[in-house]
């Protein structure tokens, strides 16, 4: 936590600051209330933890993922399949709020995707869909730290952990966790780890 603050507090360095993406659904119609209350708290986390939160500029859980880290006063940065804000909003019927920065890469979902993933430091995955289960696949070939964030309230977690389980391919870097400030924490140390500081 020391070595992430001091960089913070390092202009110069700034860009050392972890990038922490939240990958999960646009579509919270299928999610209870308190994953509403959980994503906000993983936002807050990922910036009371010295982080910067990254989405994919999406509604649902990212959405208030970024609340949550404007909540805490931190930065929040979005990658949009659009083009512009106006195909953003009009297309995708995405929203712009609670974004500091908005990326408008133009390449739709696949390509956003690989452009969000590989602009983090680490991920973390909540619920999802076929869209969140890609940008997993991305970040566990890339080797990047990945964070899955467990819950009764969906089953992404364990279809995840059938995927890896019968991938044939090792990722060392794949942390199942319930408690988003615990799992925020060994992500960070996960970093740091991978970066070669001493965690």
Known sequence: ?????????????????????????ADGSFLKQDAYELAKE?????????????????????????????????????????????EHVEVYRLPLDYMDVISFTGFGFPGRD???????????????????????????EDEKPVGILQSDGWETDELLKMII?????????????KDPKVLVRKIMDMIRQKRGEQV
């Open 165 to 177: 389980d019968r991938s044939h391919r090792l990722n060392p870097y794949i942390i199942f966790e």
């Open 1 to 25: 936590m020391k070595l992430i603050c001091t960089i913070q507090n390092d202009l110069k360095h700034a860009y050392l600051t972890p990038k922490i993406g939240v990958s999960s659904t």
């Open 42 to 86: 993983l936002g807050k986390e990922i910036v009371n933890q010295g982080g910067i939160l990254v989405t994919g500029a999406s509604s649902g859980f990212p959405y208030w993922s970024a609340q949550g880290a404007k909540m805490a006063g931190g930065l929040s940065i979005g990658y949009s399949p659009a083009v512009s804000p106006k």
């Open 114 to 140: 690989l452009v969000f993933t590989r602009s983090c430091d680490a991920i973390i995955i909540g619920p999802g869909r076929i869209g969140t289960i890609h940008e997993f696949t991305i970040a566990y």
